[in-house]
């Protein structure tokens, strides 16, 4: 567990990042009187483009452990009934394994275990988070205020599209290498990538998701990661054809990995260094994780 502590001197703020995937009211401060943040990324595979503008920035046996205690509050049906199952278990003919049903019991673990406030999240994740508050209000139902309800931070960057279909999200574990634009990715297969990205046959560079999916996500991509509006983004592009919009967009998005990929290449020359930050990250989620487990399963009988 990679975790990091922020403290603000006014506000007390602790931001907790977990390598695991508008701002809504402020919530009641917990007794320590310090709100807490916390943001995920699945660990699996290299994160891609969307992690990056969305959400990034061990694990602890806790984890596991309030996972199962939460799973038996919660009804099958409710699972089943996610958006995100459906899909992929669609894509899967519909053999999809308990693991992915229940992922999101596991997601609500990692935010509750922590006693988080806030949680930084898509526009794909609200209905976990949504899961997430009522396993929280249940538990306080049932056996007590004890769990913050986590309140949702809605980024400002939409969804990313996959560059090969843009109906669907970026996704790391798409088949087609030509669809994710990884962070690790060399600046020729970051050309190639989105010189390959569906658009469409109209070449003027608008923005228009509802009929222009393609197109818009370029320009979505490229405000994104230099900061300017969508409106300015058009604006800039007047006169451009498609094609050549798509390797403007490349060149945007080499510019902005450049300096994480050099860093990247640093860290990894420090081995030492890294198992250093991993081991002191497990201590501190540890510390966090194990009196609120503990205080779990006290509540609910265990102990």
């Not at 309030?66 to 009934?81: D, E, N, T």
């Not at 962070?183 to 228009?208: G, H, L, M, N, W």
């Not at 050099?262 to 198992?275: G, N, P, R, V």
Request: proline share 5%; glycine share 6%.
């Amino acid at each position: 567990m990679a975790l990091r502590s922020v403290r603000k001197a006014r506000g007390c703020w602790s931001s907790i990042r977990a390598l695991h995937k508008g701002p809504g009211a402020v919530p009641a401060a917990q007794k320590d009187g310090m709100k807490r943040v916390f943001s995920g990324i699945q660990p699996t595979g290299i994160p891609h483009l969307g992690n990056y503008l969305g959400a990034i920035e061990g694990w602890v046996p806790e984890h596991a452990q309030l996972s199962w205690i939460l799973s038996c509050m919660v009804r099958l049906p409710r699972l089943q009934h996610l958006h995100q199952w459906k899909a992929k278990t669609a894509k899967q003919k519909h053999d999809g394994t308990v693991g992915l049903l229940t992922y999101p019991v596991l997601q609500a673990a990692d935010i509750l275990l922590y006693k988080s406030t806030h949680v930084p999240v898509g526009e794909d994740q609200v209905q976990h988070m949504e899961l997430v508050q009522d396993l929280a209000r249940g538990f306080n139902t049932k056996y007590g205020e004890f769990f913050p309800v986590p309140k949702s931070i809605l980024t400002s960057m939409k969804k990313v599209k996959s560059l090969r279909d843009p109906s669907a999200k970026m996704s790391k574990s798409d088949p087609d290498k030509l669809a994710t634009v990884r962070i690790t990715d060399s600046p020729e297969e970051i050309v190639q990538k989105f010189r390959k990205a569906v658009t469409d046959f109209t070449s003027e560079v608008t923005y228009d998701p509802a009929s222009r999916e393609g197109v818009s996500n370029m320009v979505a991509i490229h405000a994104a990661v230099t900061g300017l509006t969508v409106e300015e983004v058009v604006q800039h592009s007047i006169g451009l054809d498609t094609a050549h919009y798509k390797l403007m967009v490349a060149d945007a998005v080499i510019e902005k990995f450049a300096p994480i990929k050099s860093e990247i290449k640093k860290l990894k020359m420090d081995q030492d260094h890294l198992e250093k930050v991993l081991q002191a990250g497990s201590a501190k989620a540890k510390e966090l994780a194990y009196p609120v487990c503990q205080e779990v399963k006290k509540l609910v009988g265990f102990l």
